[in-house]
């Protein structure tokens, strides 16, 4: 045990005096969550719109001002006939044109029904699909206060709608369970598996499998640092994003803690296969980077939805980790959920982190023979 | 055979169809030198893995420090010391860092590993480099330091892959009085080398050619069985014979 003990502090010790991996340990979560807190964000502010008003009466002249005085928009220009929408879209300062049909609001008032185009440029889907959406609930919005007004109650349609769990609609929220998630693959997977083949290239795991340490020894002690290192990250993350972006945490700690640990021990395990298949750093690197940020950033759900992938795609998503433990991220943060909604995702998690430690083991003591 | 401290007959690698080590046998006595000389794919390191541990003979009996590699490779393991052409220190620990480290890994611990470090140090004259990180050091003092951490538990023998790689004459030379040194002490040194000037520093030497050794002997009698006057004609004469290429 005294030679473990020694084993330990000794990947301490490297790791504390190796600068780039200290930035990516310690720096890389914290850039990560003010990139995506802030940057990169799924809500939309200030979008330039123009209204085209071929009516210009006191309905259209009060949903304008509806559009006007919304976050999301920026009323920019008054157009004065179709010919100008294409002009302006070609100039690319607009990102959508509400066309108001002439006699607009007679038409609501007579019939019933009137209809509004919503023009938007498509070249940035998410975002023209995004202004599309608050668009029509603006619109939907002033039809149902029309209603509620008694103009004779069967003006148009009334749809309520209610944004569960995360009502402001902050992408943060989204993103920082996802973000445990890559941080912990980066960390767990791709640390480990660089930190194990550097010391092969080097030439000292041959002095190491040549000493009398075990090779669970060698395992376990170039691990257990980064499990360690992991756990502090998500704690780095966790307060971060409490006190800077205000991302509520509803569930248990204790088993948020438990579940953080299985998904790192997952990660850790995935990280010593690796090791055992490179032989040099920058395969190890490649292989991570390739084979598992890049499907937990793309296949987990944290970016894109899992269910809108196309069928294939869907199915490759059920072997990557990171899906089940956002899942249970997103659960235990937002939903305030238990273990008892959450079981079945643990159980897959638990499978899937047997399944790497024994074929890690296995690997590894292949490469001792 | 009362004290000889490895012994094969026969031993076998063999991967696939290719015969990697074909049936070795020798007899190393305690505190002697053994020079395991032979071509790039020769079969040596492959030989040395066999011997230290890290490969399983395909056939053949090997023991080594009384113990057999077959069934009792662990107790091997605890009784030997061993040094890579890579020289296995870490670069990012100090000198002190790194003999401490080996040192617990073969099972020293607390006073005894902390009075074999200082004396260790101080018979290799760094006690002013003590602070300064290994990867700093000359390449030479590098090797001296590994070749000492190998044999800081005392094994009975200690296995050197190309230890005096890349570095001067002088530097080698005193490489090989510190071998001596262990010698002296009975630690049976077991090295393979490209230089044929070590071999000549050897007590045996055994040359091997496509997986056999060829020859084994002491450096005056490969000499004068070959009728040269330096190690490398007798070498070069054995290795001329092989139609494997490298590894």
Known sequence: MNSFTGFVIKEFKQIYRDTRT??????MPV??????????????????????????????????????????????????SYDEVEQRFREGNIKEVVVFEPDFGNKLGKEGQADVQVITDATDPNLANIVQSYTGAILLDHVREMNANGMDGKV????????????????????????????????SALMTSISITR?????????????????????????????VLSVVNVITILVLSKFIFQVP?????????????????TALSLGVFISSVANNQQTAMMVSLAGLLLPTLLLSGFIFPVSSMPLPLQVISNIIPAKWFLIIVRGIMLKGAGITLLWKETLILVVIALLFIVLSLKKFKVRLQ | ??????????????????????????????GEIFGFLGANGAGKTT???????????????????????????????KRIGYMSQKFSLYDDLTPMENIQFYGGVYGLYGKELKQKSEELIRSLGLQDK?????????????????????????????FLDEPTGGVDPITRRQFWERIYEASDRGITVFVTTHYMDEAEYCDRVSIMVDGRIEAMDSPEGLKASFNTSTIEDVFIQLARKAERGDE
């Open chain 1, 22 to 27: 200290l930035m990516v340990l310690f720096g």
């Open chain 1, 31 to 80: 850039i990560m969550l003010i990139l995506f807190g802030f940057a990169i964000r799924n809500e939309v502010t200030n979008a330039n719109i123009a209204v085209l008003d071929l009516s210009k009466d006191e309905v259209t002249r009060e949903i304008i001002r509806k559009l006007e005085a919304s976050k999301a928009f920026e009323l920019s220009d008054y157009l004065e």
């Open chain 1, 156 to 187: 148009g349609i009334n749809v309520l709608t209610k944004m569960q769990y995360n009502p402001e609609l902050k992408s943060v929220n989204l993103f920082v369970p996802g973000l445990i998630a890559v941080i912990l693959m980066l960390v």
């Open chain 1, 199 to 227: 010391e092969k290239e080097m030439g000292n795991m041959e002095i190491l499998l040549v000493s009398p340490l075990k090779p669970y020894h060698i395992i376990l002690g170039k691990v257990l640092p980064y499990l």
């Open chain 1, 249 to 265: 945490f509803r569930g248990n700690l204790v088993l948020f803690f438990a579940e953080s640990t299985l998904f790192i021990v």
């Open chain 2, 1 to 30: 055979m009362a004290d000889s401290v490895i012994v094969t007959k026969d031993l076998t690698r063999v991967f696939g169809d290719f015969t990697a080590v074909d049936a070795i046998t020798m007899d190393i006595k305690k």
């Open chain 2, 47 to 77: 030989a040395m893995k066999m011997l230290t541990g890290l490969l399983t003979p395909s056939s053949g009996e090997a023991s080594v420090s009384g113990y057999d590699v077959f069934t009792e490779s662990e107790k091997i393991k």
């Open chain 2, 130 to 158: 003590r602070s300064s990180l290994v990867g700093s050091l000359p390449l030479g003092w590098k090797q001296k330091l590994a070749f000492a951490i190998s044999i800081i538990h005392d094994p009975g023998i200690v």
